[in-house]
């Protein structure tokens, strides 16, 4: 499935941002998707993901209580809301699908990225 993200740009600390990722193909609800971020000069980490039915949901430590996965299987779209954003909160933001499992959060449990957007806050 090919994914297309939307949604980043450069916010102050405290604000808030919702992100999208358009997924083609007609298979999209066959797929467990998550978010992940990458920090300059940081890995990859892992963000959050959902089922394939957004029935179950999966968060890191760092977006729990403050961050909001869900998706729209009619829209082929997956969303992240983001509040409370800190400045450590600032990278790339991929979203990513899986056919392994139903709850992924290993990086290579994903078979298909998208090209990321950029979130950028500062203080």
């Known amino acids: 499935v090919r994914l297309v993200e939307s949604g980043g740009g450069s916010v102050q600390a405290g604000d808030s941002l919702r992100l999208s990722c358009v997924g083609s193909g007609r298979t999209f609800s066959d797929y467990a998707v998550g978010w992940f971020r990458q920090a300059p000069g940081k890995e990859r980490e892992f963000v959050a993901s959902?089922?394939?039915?957004?029935?179950?949901?999966y968060y890191a430590d760092a977006a729990e209580g403050r961050f909001t996965i869900s998706r729209d299987n009619t829209r082929l779209t997956l969303y992240l809301q983001m509040n409370r954003l800190k400045t450590e909160d600032t990278g790339v933001y991929h979203c990513?699908?899986?056919?392994?499992?139903?709850?992924?959060?290993?990086?290579?449990?994903?078979?298909?990225w998208g090209q990321g957007t950029q979130v950028t806050v500062s203080a």
């Open positions: 990513a699908a899986s056919r392994r499992g139903i709850l992924p959060s290993r990086r290579y449990e994903f078979e298909d």
């Open positions: 959902i089922n394939q039915d957004a029935k179950r949901t």
